[in-house]
C-alpha cells in the first residue's frame, strides 16, 4: 500500500500561502518562491528586531543633541556633565523630557553645567 499525502501537502501548503498573502508576484502563490521568501522575511525580522534598539537610541541621541544645544551645551558635555553630577537617568527618559518637557531638561543642563564647573 502506498501513502502519497497529498491532503497534509495541501495544508501545508495554504498554510504557507496564507503567511505570505500580500507578498509581490510569484512569491504568494508558488510554494518554492513562497517558501524562500518566508524564510528570507523570518531573517529579516529577526535582525530587525535587534536593528530597532539601535535605531532608536540614535534618535534619542539626536534629541538630546539638539536640546542641548539650544540650551548652549553639547551631548557628549551634558553626557559627562549629568555622569559627573552623580545623575543616572538613561537615554530615552532624556530624549522624552527633551521633547515633551523643556523645563525639567532644562534643569537637567543647569545640573550639568554646575557639575562641569562652567
Not at 508576484?25 to 530597532?52: I, Q, T
Not at 534598539?53 to 536640546?67: E, G, H, Q, S, Y
Amino acid at each position: 500500500m502506498r501513502v502519497k499525502g497529498s491532503s497534509a501537502s495541501r495544508r501545508k501548503q495554504k498554510k504557507l500561502f496564507s503567511i505570505t498573502k500580500g507578498f509581490w508576484g510569484r512569491k504568494k502563490n508558488v510554494y518554492r518562491r513562497a517558501r524562500e521568501a518566508f524564510l528570507h522575511a523570518l531573517s529579516k525580522a529577526y535582525h530587525d528586531r535587534r536593528a530597532k534598539k539601535r535605531d532608536f537610541r540614535r534618535l534619542w541621541i539626536i534629541r538630546i543633541n539638539a536640546a542641548a544645544r539650544m540650551h548652549g551645551m553639547s551631548y557628549n558635555s551634558l553626557i559627562a556633565g549629568l555622569k559627573k553630577g552623580g545623575i543616572e537617568i538613561n537615554r530615552k527618559m532624556l530624549a522624552d523630557l527633551a521633547v515633551n518637557d523643556a523645563n525639567a531638561f532644562g534643569a537637567l543642563v543647569s545640573k550639568a553645567k554646575e557639575a562641569l564647573g562652567r
